[in-house]
């Protein structure tokens, strides 16, 4: 080992001084092959370039920080390059349009409308509120009136056909026409009747016969099915009775009838079935009964043929015109 190796302390020759290859200072590389000074460093010639991570006052960078958008301490050009490239890799947002955001609006407002719609017609809240037991009734009541208008119906057509089957079907609508013409004048009292029936004797007792008693055996009568009826009195004054027939209490026991005075003995004479009739008067509490307790006495005979010859006055007619 020679000298040169036991200076170092390595054992190896210490490495020589770089040789610049450009010469003295400001002098250009004699080399014919040495590239332009200026195209190897924009630097001022002479001056040495700057070590990596140190910039011109001297300051130690980190470049890695730099990189991350992370400021270094003591230089604020490097802050605002590190906000710069922080800034660049982040990607620009889109921006909405004001007929995009109009769009989106219409379409939420569509969908809403439907939900809604379909809510409101899903969905009945009287029936979901309804008990079985009453919608089984209501559809009971449904049914049985479909069948009674089925019949109507069914009714009206026969009564159509007759009528269009020519003389025959006008001779038929003329019966008709004129039964039911008999029935709506007996019933108003224009007309006599002739039938079965009951004559009802009010003999009076201790106490005359009330009008009130009078008007209880009219009714309970056309109750038992009594279609026509008259009263008379024991001076032979008669009376049609019809559903506008008023009865008052007179003086010395009379009975006043639609305005006329009748005395007693007053005689009810009615058409109609004469055993109901008759069971009617007699039940217990009616008037037969009530009579009985004032101290007077009823007496029903049985008719094969009653007769009502009174007639009522056909009323006239202020507003009300037939209409053909």
Known sequence: MSDEHRETGTGWPEPA?????????????????????????????GEPEPAEGVDDGGVTVDLAEVSAGSPA??????????SVAAGAGKPAGRKL?????MIAALLALLGFTLVVQLKTTST????????????????????SREK?????????????????????GRQAALEEATRRADELGILAGT????????????????????????????????????????????DRATARVIASTYFLDG?????????????GPFTITVIGDPETMRTALNIPGGVAASVSGDGGNVIVEERE???????????????ARPVS
């Open 17 to 45: 001084e770089p040789v610049d290859p450009s010469g003295p200072a400001g002098e250009p590389d004699p080399r014919p092959d040495a590239p332009d000074p200026d195209e190897l460093s924009p630097l001022v010639p």
């Open 73 to 82: 301490d003591g230089s604020g050009s490097v802050e605002g390059a590190g």
């Open 97 to 101: 349009s004001s007929a995009g955001v």
């Open 124 to 143: 009945d809240p009287t029936l979901a509120a309804t008990r079985q037991e009453d919608l089984v009734r209501i559809f009971s009541d449904l049914d």
């Open 148 to 168: 009674r208008l089925q019949q109507d119906i069914e009714a009206l057509e026969d009564s159509q056909r007759q009528l269009r089957s020519g003389e025959q």
């Open 191 to 234: 007309l006599p009747a002739r039938g079965p029936g009951l004559s009802v004797r009010f003999e009076a007792g201790g106490k005359p016969i009330r009008a009130d008693r009078i008007l209880d055996a009219v009714q309970e009568l056309r109750g038992a099915g009594g279609e026509a009826m008259q009263i008379s009195g024991g």
């Open 251 to 263: 003086q010395d026991g009379a009975l006043v009838v639609d305005g006329r005075t009748l005395t």
């Open 305 to 319: 043929v009653a007769e009502v010859s009174a007639l009522h006055a056909p009323l006239k007619l202020e507003h």
